[in-house]
């Protein structure tokens, strides 16, 4: 999980929903989706497969959904429980950027085995992320450049480290 405290208005994200899998017959939302207290905004990519289970929780305590969307029941329970404690709990395949206005910090995430990739990077103060490397590139604002050093670490290593991300 990666957390950045930023400037909003230097962040730029582009988000690449096309690849939505509909397996259970999921309507995807109009994104992003702000949780009902207005703290959180999310955009997400992927699908819960407990999120039934998961939503069940939450009506048997009253609470009641718009619609039946995996991701609405996702902010839900980040609401609840906190996004430790979320992402503890989902088993599925998915990547989601997360941005808590009251703390002011972008959090994104992906699935434990990272079926769902995340792609991010700074590039002249801007932070691009995607879950597909071709919405990055589709940015205007970024300008693809090869870091040799990072390329040489990856080679020898098979990764990156951080600090050269």
Known sequence: MLNIKEDMARINGFWDFKERNTAQGLIMQSQPLESVDGRYLIVYSGEIYNFKDIRSRFEKKGM????????????????????????????????????????????????????????????KGVLFFA????????????????????????????YITTSFV
Do not use: C, M
Request: hydrophobic share 45%; glycine share 6%.
């Open 64 to 123: 009641r959904f718009k619609g039946n969307s995996d991701a609405e029941v996702l902010l839900a329970s980040i609401l609840a429980d906190g996004l430790d404690n979320t992402l503890q709990l989902l088993n599925g395949i998915f990547a989601l950027a997360l941005w808590d206005k009251k703390e002011e910090k972008l959090y994104l995430a992906r699935d434990k085995i990272g079926v769902k990739p995340i792609y991010f990077g700074i590039q």
């Open 131 to 158: 879950s597909q490397l071709k919405s990055i590139i589709a940015n205007k604002l970024f300008k693809p450049e090869i870091n040799r050093d990072s390329l040489a670490l990856f080679f020898r290593h098979n």
